[in-house]
């Protein structure tokens, strides 16, 4: 070996007397990447490789119902990604190809909303002041219904649409005012009658729940002024709103995953495994349904690239309909295996354990529904 490449006698990390290519003590290579071009490349791709076979390895595990939490129970965790880094690389990974994958246009909504009865015509086909009252109240009606028939702090949009029709009709009766017809005088602009409005049209009512502290009443207060502010633009670009949500759904996910893992605990109270035990399993499980989703986006947008090849279509569909259908019965697998109990008892078990965390999950989604609409 050249005396270029050769290898210093102490660890230059910690000057501990080096036996081989690595320090005993700190661990670190005794080749230095700035010494030799070969070895600087061998150092970038090193860890890569590491860790792509252990992502091999493990995600094959994954893929076999309750192999690899029991696996990583037994002790056997070395050769496999830790359950939480798992976790997290997988939910990043799939909630940003759900950002890429879905996406949501507002002529969506525009062309499922009914056209009101007895329009003759939007503002801008509108010829006299009487037209466009005509059109304004032909507008008005719908939405007047609607409001009276919802409670009273969900009000809000339909308030916001009601005023944006009002300046519509104020806008189109100051143009007429300006160019009156030739040949005649100008007309004078009939004034628009402007409905009451409540207090959430202005501003939104201050949010008073009695159990909760002030302070929290107040944040939610702001919270709800922030959503009145947003809803004109997210009506305009829905979008926005189903970027902030999948932004929030990972996060949201450390507060469910850890409930899951709870509700295990207590399903299995006479197993004699740990809560982090129980959490362990609830990674790996919520870490596979990140792979199932991921697969089932993946396919979404193939089928979309697809949509002219015969056959694509079908084909893909029924390839998502298994996959959803994998999905509950990958984690009954998974439960009946990790925890060893009878077919009858694990069932049971998953019946209500699934209920449960299903009912959570969805008003975890409403909120975060909610929340993401102050966050666009």
Not at 35 to 44: D, I, L, Q, T, Y
Not at 165 to 176: G, I
Not at 273 to 301: G, P
């Amino acid at each position: 070996m050249s005396s270029a490449h050769a290898l210093p006698a102490a660890c230059e990390n910690c000057s501990t007397s080096l036996q081989g290519d690595f320090c005993h003590h700190c661990g670190q290579s005794a080749h230095s990447p700035v010494r030799s071009f070969g070895h600087a490349v061998e150092e970038v791709f090193e860890s890569f490789w590491h860790l792509d076979g252990r992502i091999f390895r493990t995600l094959h595990q994954l893929l076999l119902p309750g192999r690899l939490a029991a696996a990583y129970l037994a002790g056997h965790r070395t050769r496999y990604i830790p359950p939480i880094r798992l976790f997290v690389i997988l939910s990043v990974l799939t909630f940003f190809v759900a950002r890429l994958a879905v996406h949501v246009d507002a002529g969506t909504f525009v062309a499922q909303t009914p056209t009101p009865p007895e329009v003759p015509g939007a503002f801008r086909d509108a010829a006299t002041q009487d037209e466009v009252e005509q059109v304004r109240r032909a507008l008005l009606a719908p939405l007047m219904k609607s409001r009276e028939a919802m409670p009273e702090r969900l009000r809000a949009p339909i308030d916001v649409a009601i005023k944006k029709v009002d300046r519509q009709a104020a806008r189109r009766q100051k143009e007429l005012a300006e160019v009156p017809p030739s040949g005649s005088a100008p007309a004078a602009a009939k004034p628009v009658v402007q409905h009451p409005q409540p207090a959430q049209a202005n501003g939104s009512d201050p949010v008073d729940i009695d159990f909760l502290p002030g302070f929290v009443n107040r944040w939610l207060t702001g919270q709800a002024e922030i959503i009145r502010q947003n809803l004109p633009r997210i009506s305009e670009r829905p979008q926005l709103l189903v970027n902030a949500f999948f932004s929030s759904v990972p996060s949201a996910l450390f507060v469910l995953v850890p409930l899951f893992a709870l509700l295990l605990k207590v399903f299995y109270l006479g197993s004699g495994r740990l809560y982090l035990e129980h959490l362990v399993v609830a990674l790996y499980s919520h870490a596979f349904l990140c792979v199932a989703l991921l697969a089932v986006l993946l396919l979404s947008l193939l089928g979309t690239q697809m949509a002219a090849v015969p056959g694509a279509g079908i084909i893909i569909g029924l390839l998502i309909a298994l996959l959803l259908a994998w999905m509950p019965l990958y984690l009954l697998l998974m439960q009946r295996r990790v925890y060893g109990q009878s077919w009858l008892v694990t069932t049971l078990k998953f019946a209500a354990l699934g209920w449960l965390y299903f009912t959570v999950v969805t008003a975890a989604t409403v909120v975060l529904a909610i929340a993401s609409l102050a966050r666009v």
